[in-house]
């Protein structure tokens, strides 16, 4: 399959004359100029009612650089607001951005605009904006008249676009999401024809499968639209503490749901990063009762291992072992790299137990077979616990980098 968020990409995809009618009966109903861009700027549909300066500046090649460089600024900045950009394009336009994150990844933008929200004189535009402009001394004139003719709007009708292109961004979401699954299920079926006769391959499959149509049913945007909802209004309501856990809640997703269609393997200091979101989230929950210490030298931070495979760790030392405990609790995550291989435990002082009375739940479960998955024979998991002194876990996997 061709790179995320490329034009080979969205053609495997999608038909882009589906993506190109939606963008155009919006752009009718909004009276805006419209278009879906890639990731680098590049127009993935043809433009949508388009202004006439803007279809001017398009024609002219240094103009179209120019406006995909702007796009594509314009996506990026959306991103990292997590929602509709309002920005001044290159050339003094006022424009909207809304990107458009499938599977947890960045692949394009949904852009309309080509508004103004004052009126310009010709004095101001041939001093302000003109120098901005790649016209020659001949065409000047032209490119002024088409810039004074943009509709003017006010601060209400902008507000009520940025919404409606927030929602039209998400319907071009689940449209993509729903014919990408639909592909990878069928491309899966056939690859299960084929290992029929392989059942431990067959079971494996039929996991991932299942994990992954779960993962892509999952809708970015209405997630963290929400959390930044309850962020805001933690803030406004005088809770900092509130607004606190939910920032650092919206991290561990945006983490997890950007890495779940990435590389099985991560970086182990990626995977602490989230874990600290993780146990600064328990903190928030028993405060004084509860601490945690990360104890990894250097050179184990760069190794990779499978993704998440430490959080059903930390979940079982938290819920089965610091949470029925009367005493403060600790969570000690160690790592080191000896004789090539990395060397992980994950401590707790809490209530322990039995090794017989040990169960292995789905979490201790879905790491063992992973680990043998990845590595066979070259890894191992040991557990050791002992009543009101704690649990200690030791996994163990070859020191592997890029």
Sequence with gaps: MASYGSYEWWTEIIELNTLKNLVDRFAAAMNVGAVIA??????????SNFCAFCRRLRSHPEGKCGCEKSDAWGGEHALDVDGPLVYRCHCG???????????????GTLLCGQVLLRPYTEEEVRKELVPLWPCSANEVDDWVRDFLSLPIVDETTLLNAMNLLNVMASHIVELCERHL?????LHKAMELVKAQRDKEVLER?????QLKALQNQLNPHFMFNTLNIMSRLAMFEGAPQTQELTIQFAEYLRYILRRQSSDELVYLSSELECLKQYLAIQKVRFSDRFSYVLDVESAALSC????????PLIENAVVHGIE?????G??????RVRAEKLEINVEDNGVGCSLKKIKEGVGISHVKERLKLHYGSDAS???????????KVSICMPSMGD
């Design 38 to 47: 890639t990731t680098d700027g590049t127009a993935l549909t043809i433009p």
């Design 93 to 107: 336009l006022i424009d909207m951005a809304s990107p458009l994150i499938i599977e947890g990844r960045f692949v």
């Design 181 to 185: 699954i639909e592909s990878k299920l």
């Design 205 to 209: 499959s039929l996991k991932m499968a």
């Design 304 to 311: 990779k291992i499978p993704f998440l495979i430490l959080q």
């Design 324 to 328: 029925p405990s009367l005493r403060p």
């Design 330 to 335: 600790v969570v000690l995550v160690k790592g």
């Design 381 to 391: 998991f040991d557990i050791w616990s002992e009543p009101n002194v704690g649990t």
